[in-house]
């Protein structure tokens, strides 16, 4: 894996400009803050963020992967505002679940999410190394 950083661009804080692999593709579909049996145990935004993640980290272990793997995670939020006020808070519950791998990635607030209470869905492309 290359992490694409050009010529006299600032460095990016939490996610690359892009990445280079070869391998296995593995493709995460949109992961929300439920638990394994579909239910919601919290309405908070950083709560529901942390078990997104959990959700892809078990999604791609179950292809035996890790977020180390991870080149790319789309982040969906229904509200910007609390998403920017959280920060700190959502880079420890990040770092919690992921550790330090940033793949590039884009965040997007959307007016709602197809599960009404969902506060975040978040989905990857990751490569298993040939």
Excluded at 101 to 107: D, K, V
């Amino acid at each position: 894996m290359q992490f694409l950083q050009p010529p006299g661009w600032a460095t990016p804080k939490g996610y690359a400009n892009g990445v280079a692999a070869k391998g296995t593709l593995v493709f995460v579909g949109g992961q929300i803050g439920w638990n394994g049996d579909q239910v919601f145990e919290s309405d908070d935004f950083i709560a529901q963020t942390k078990q997104a993640l959990q959700n892809v980290h078990a999604v791609l272990a179950s292809a035996g992967a890790g977020p180390e793997h991870m080149v790319r995670m789309t982040w969906y939020i229904t509200d910007r505002d609390e998403y920017n006020a959280r920060l700190r808070e959502l880079g420890a519950a990040y770092r919690e679940v992921m550790g330090k791998c940033f793949p590039a990635m884009t965040c997007v607030e959307v007016s709602r999410l197809v599960e009404v209470r969902a506060k975040v869905e978040i989905e990857v492309t990751a490569v298993l190394p040939d």
